[in-house]
């Protein structure tokens, strides 16, 4: 059974950090297209960052703030938040799909994407 499942969020001050997990079973997380989509309350669900193999491919909007890493013996995707902003306010789900197109629309709208259930992040100003 496959499954992703987030961690890691909370409240947090302007300018603060936060590290999100997100945990996969039955994916390798180095063998398939994964990323990370963060959805406003009345706003569409964006993608944050995507990871192709060794590329890595992030939303302008979080370019220099944002990392991303993988830690193998863990089967497990984390997203590095530095610096945030109010603007960052949101809850980030993680994504993942097997295939050979590996873009941000193929892991937002193809059926075969699998979900995390979500997790919070509030930043206060």
């Known amino acids: 059974q496959v499954e992703l499942m987030e961690s890691g969020g909370g409240n947090v001050q302007a300018g603060g950090s936060l590290r999100l997990s997100c945990a996969a079973s039955?994916?390798?997380?180095?063998?398939?297209?994964m990323g990370w989509f963060r959805q406003a309350p009345g706003k569409e669900r964006d993608v944050v960052v995507y990871?192709?193999?060794?590329?890595?491919h992030f939303a302008d909007s979080v370019k220099g703030r944002f990392t991303v890493d993988q830690d193998i013996t863990k089967n497990t995707l984390y997203l590095q938040m530095n610096r945030l902003k109010p603007e960052d306010t949101a809850t980030y789900y993680c994504?993942?799909?097997?295939?050979?197109?590996?873009?941000?629309?193929?892991?937002?709208?193809?059926?075969?994407?699998?979900w995390g259930q979500g997790t919070q992040v509030t930043v206060s100003s």
């Open positions: 994504a993942a799909r097997q295939g050979e197109v590996c873009t941000a629309a193929s892991l937002k709208h193809s059926w075969s994407t699998t």
């Open positions: 039955g994916y390798r997380v180095s063998s398939v297209c």
């Open positions: 990871v192709d193999g060794d590329t890595t």
